[in-house]
T-cell receptor, first 115, second 113 residues
Framework: NAGVMQNPRHLVRRRGQEARLRCSPM?????VYWYRQLPEEGLKFMVY????????ESGMPKERFSAEFPKEGPSILRIQQVVRGDSAAYFC?????????????FGPGTRLLVL | AQSVTQLDSHVSVSEGTPVLLRCNYS??????LFWYVQHPNKGLQLLLK??????LVKGINGFEAEFKKSETSFHLTKPSAHMSDAAEYFC???????????FGSGTRLQVQP
């Protein structure tokens, strides 16, 4: 059973460009979470999605950031007009079902560098 | 609001000696508590999880943690450190009704030969 897949693993963008980060959950998992890790810090929750629905986006910046989890295909975290402060590691996690305290399984992360 | 405090940002031990990584939580509700490990430039791996069952939780690679409600603590221990244990360790809390995990700031474990 393949784990959570994220691509690209590394992404370099210039200020003002767009960044698209993709996450494929573990097989059988329908819940996806995005977290951001700034240098020397712990992970911070951004958004929680189920298929075609955003359930909790309380950690998402109000501007430039969006997330989706379509019926088919991976979840996408999109950052428009990137700035240097967006440089971070972005982790996706997935979980299988409806238990709120179930384990979340993490992907290897995408490391975004904004020049 | 839920929060978790990792009391040490760095811990250094010698190989073969015990490991203690400290974590305190605050929560208005019964928490679920986790320890995750992150090796350099890798993703996070779950070490162990507490969800109101037995207070002493055994995890992978010889790690265990004890939930102490009176002290609001969930310290991670291992009897004998191995070189491969060198990594960043995160204490994590969530509570009933919410899925977002709240991470501590991490403890970097160094293991000296």
């Amino acid at each position: 059973n393949a784990g959570v897949m994220q691509n690209p693993r590394h992404l370099v963008r210039r200020r003002g460009q767009e960044a698209r980060l993709r996450c494929s959950p573990m097989k059988g998992h329908s819940h996806v979470y995005w977290y951001r890790q700034l240098p020397e810090e712990g992970l911070k929750f951004m958004v929680y999605l189920q298929k075609e629905n955003i359930i909790d986006e309380s950690g998402m910046p109000k501007e430039r950031f969006s997330a989706e989890f379509p019926k088919e295909g991976p979840s996408i975290l999109r950052i428009q007009q990137v700035v240097r402060g967006d440089s971070a590691a972005y982790f996706c996690a997935s979980s299988p079902g409806d238990a709120t305290q179930e384990t979340q399984y993490f992907g290897p992360g995408t490391r975004l560098l904004v020049l | 609001a839920q929060s978790v405090t990792q009391l040490d940002s760095h811990v250094s031990v010698s190989e073969g000696t015990p490991v203690l990584l400290r974590c305190n939580y605050s929560s208005s509700y019964s928490p679920s508590l986790f320890w995750y490990v992150q090796h350099p430039n890798k993703g996070l791996q779950l070490l162990l999880k507490y969800t109101s069952a037995a207070t002493l939780v055994k995890g992978i690679n010889g790690f265990e943690a004890e939930f102490k409600k009176s002290e609001t603590s969930f310290h991670l221990t291992k009897p004998s450190a191995h070189m491969s244990d060198a990594a960043e360790y995160f204490c994590v809390v969530t509570y009933t009704g919410r899925r977002a995990l709240t991470f501590g700031s991490g403890t970097r474990l160094q293991v000296q030969p």
